[in-house]
């Protein structure tokens, strides 16, 4: 019952916010009681968590609080994440990049659209989800990586 309410407020908090959205309107100070920890990091910053992943796996995902795909998709991911209860996510708030950065990023992470959740493990991105993903295909996801 407890889920299905967080999640309500989850939307409410999502539709009340519109273009106004941050990942604290996400439920982000809420998401303690589900042992999720959320660590908001730069782009630059997430480039040396990629290449400083020897013998662990990173979750990185960058979106933007101000599209509806992201929305979406934030929401779906933090209720899978739910299950892992030992996976920090990473997340970019890609509206905060500057140009330079979104066309570093395009090269890096060899991808342009959001949202976009990165596996990185020993110096490079193993996998990733592109695009605002069904709860089955993230759950797959994880499991195929933290399992």
Known sequence: MRKIITFVYLITMLF?????ASVE???YDDLEEYHIT???ISYEESKELVESSTGTRE???FSNPESDHCQLYFPIIVNELEEFDFIELYYIDTSQMTIEEESNYTEYYQE???PATYVAA????QDKIIGAAP??????FLIRHYH
């Open 16 to 20: 009340i916010s519109g273009c106004e």
């Open 25 to 27: 309107d996400y439920g």
């Open 38 to 40: 959320i660590n908001v």
């Open 59 to 61: 979750l990185i995902l």
């Open 112 to 114: 342009s659209v959001i």
């Open 122 to 125: 020993n110096g490079y991105i």
């Open 135 to 140: 709860g089955t295909l993230v759950r797959e």
